[in-house]
């Protein structure tokens, strides 16, 4: 059973910053990407961020230079540092990661945390 968990969500006057985290637990043999999503009310589920194994990332373009994301391979965790908050940021964030849960899986198998919410204020 794998699991991730976020934290770190929370209200925010615009301007501001915060630190997600999402620790993936459980059985894990290994971890190819992991990403952060994101989904405001009435509008469909985007991503915001990703970073693969190797740590290559990429960004949605409206959060470039003021997200970064990275991630903790030894404690299975992935980081979205965000500043410089905007009121258009205001939704529930979701981690995501392609996990493969024992040794013998043939593929990478998609998990999803349960969302955090993230409110900034004007």
């Known amino acids: 059973q794998v699991q991730l968990v976020e934290s770190g969500g929370g209200l925010v006057q615009a301007g501001g910053s915060l630190r997600l985290s999402c620790a993936a637990s459980?059985?894990?043999?290994?971890?190819?990407?992991m990403g952060w999503y994101r989904q405001a009310p009435g509008k469909q589920r985007e991503l915001v961020a990703a970073?693969?194994?190797?740590?290559?990332?990429n960004y949605e373009y409206s959060v470039k230079g003021r997200f970064t994301i990275s991630r903790d391979n030894a404690k299975n965790t992935v980081y979205l540092q965000m500043n410089s908050l905007k009121t258009e940021d205001t939704a529930v964030y979701y981690c995501?990661?392609?996990?493969?849960?024992?040794?013998?899986?043939?593929?990478?198998?998609?998990?999803w945390g349960q969302g955090t919410q993230v409110t900034v204020s004007s």
């Open positions: 995501n990661a392609g996990i493969k849960p024992y040794v013998g899986s043939g593929r990478y198998y998609e998990y």
């Open positions: 459980g059985s894990i043999f290994s971890i190819n990407a």
């Open positions: 970073i693969s194994s190797g740590g290559n990332t």
